[in-house]
């Protein structure tokens, strides 16, 4: 992304890169080692970033994390928004929409934010940290699902199922935690789909 | 519970009733600070049992964590029958099915085993213990929900809504975790189980 940008300082770039270098190895860690195992030195070691440049940027591993969640959600986020657009105005069905919903809450990026969501809940500093965060990710999450399903949500029970239907893939990314859920999140994700279908439907016409 | 159970040796039930407390202790200790937080140790002092006594009962963290996952998840699910059949021959309501759900998962049991099963992702021996664990309690639950919902999973589609029913409360618990989330929860299971008496009933009677 940053060479196709607007000339800027060669150390800038160079610093922007870093960063993003160090938030992408504190997703992948955080995923694959839990917090237990994820600090700024063992971060820094897998983005080949030394450790004095990593502390630069985040002197704790809770800045790290938080920033690489938040990070991860938004470059996540556009990445589902392109995916839509592409499909050049067709309105993807609504199974194809959970497809997506149910990919986005069983990747690295959800298992980071799970660990990170699962620390706050016994550390009260980290947690007045993460609740703005997980509110900001849940609306954005949230409005992504509205534009995609094209649901009204001026219509009684609308936003509630679509909630739930956020509720639901979160569900699922935890049953994907320790063994692959996937050939029964597809069975009950169609199921979902047609049910949703029903009440978005039955909405538009009482 | 072991007072008024056929008399037995003195010993034994001291030692039952030491073993029931390290559980008890345990899931509070994990619910509230946490998987590092929580060793034999922390929990031996907060159940009021020696050090030694509890390395007696167990070895290992790992030991002491799942047995009280086990054992809690069995209470859990044995007060939720109490609970159903003291509405004596009534059949509850969907949302009253839905409601004791969502307060199992929203409990500290859920909370100590998300801890549990968060920290089973990234330990491959801590997982192979777990594994096993998660499906005999996914399976208890699905089996008391159905009997619950009095659904009819040999119709198509209702499996997989009774499956749905509770990834969507395992969501729930999640959003739980870190705010009180009671209030948007009982919107969204009111919806719910709107919903989801249509899909058992309308399966029921095509």
């Known amino acids: ?32 080692n839990g917090w237990a195992g994820t600090t700024v030195a063992v971060v820094a070691e897998r983005a080949g970033v030394s450790r004095g440049a990593a502390q630069h940027h985040f002197r704790t591993r809770e800045e790290l994390v938080t920033a690489a969640v938040e990070y991860g959600s938004e470059v996540r986020t556009a990445q589902m928004r392109e995916h839509l657009s592409a ?68 219509v009684s029970g609308v936003r509630e199922s679509v909630q739930a ?16 859920d996937s050939a029964r999140r597809s069975r009950l994700l169609r199921q979902w789909a047609a049910t949703l279908d029903l009440t978005l439907h039955r909405a538009e016409a009482p």
Chains 1, 2 share one sequence.
Do not use: K, N
């Open 1 to 32: 992304m940053t060479t196709q940008a607007v000339p800027r300082e060669p150390q800038q770039d160079r610093s922007r890169a870093t960063r993003g270098r160090l938030l992408e190895a504190a997703i992948d860690c955080l995923a694959s």
């Open 87 to 154: 499909l050049a105005g067709r309105r993807p069905s609504t199974l194809e929409v959970l497809t997506l919903l149910g990919e986005m809450y069983t990747s690295p990026l959800f298992r980071a934010a799970l660990q990170l969501w699962v620390a706050a809940g016994s550390d009260a500093q980290l947690r007045a940290r993460v609740v703005p965060l997980e509110a900001r990710v849940g609306r954005e999450a949230h409005r992504l699902a509205v534009e995609a399903l094209g649901a009204d949500e001026s």
């Open 165 to 180: 239907t956020l509720d639901l893939v979160r569900g699922l990314g935890l049953a994907d935690l320790l063994t692959d």
